[in-house]
């Protein structure tokens, strides 16, 4: 069983940071990808960023390119994801997920395990 748990969320004002971790419970998540997902009020959930296994390869949403990093550390079992200059449409709860493959995959029903999600909440 896997168990991923998110941190690092709050309430940022529009042009700021913030950087959310998820750390993993198991050592065999380093052997897969990652992602990042996120879901606004009355809207589906969609995907934000993601890493392979081994954080050479990496995949953005157009919406957040330029904006957001994704980077892991294999060592300390985390994955995480820098935000900067955030604006109110990044609101959201984020999710991290595990693939069930090695590939920074971009697709939903191909993550496997999620943490709970952290809320972000960006103002005007």
């Known amino acids: 069983q896997v168990q991923l748990v998110e941190s690092g969320g709050g309430l940022v004002q529009a042009g700021g940071s913030l950087r959310l971790s998820c750390a993993a419970s198991?050592?065999?998540?380093?052997?897969?990808?990652a992602g990042w997902f996120r879901q606004g009020p009355e809207k589906e959930r969609e995907f934000v960023a993601a890493i392979s296994w081994h954080g050479l390869w990496t995949n953005y949403a157009d919406s957040v390119k330029g904006r957001f990093t994704i980077s892991r550390d294999n060592g300390k079992n985390t994955v995480d994801l820098q935000m900067n200059s955030l604006q109110p449409e990044d609101t959201g709860t984020y999710y991290c997920?595990?693939?069930?493959?090695?590939?920074?995959?971009?697709?939903?029903?191909?993550?496997?395990?999620w943490g709970q999600g952290t809320q972000v909440t960006v103002s005007s």
């Open positions: 997920a595990q693939h069930k493959g090695i590939v920074a995959g971009t697709r939903i029903n191909d993550y496997i395990y």
């Open positions: 198991g050592r065999t998540f380093s052997s897969y990808g």
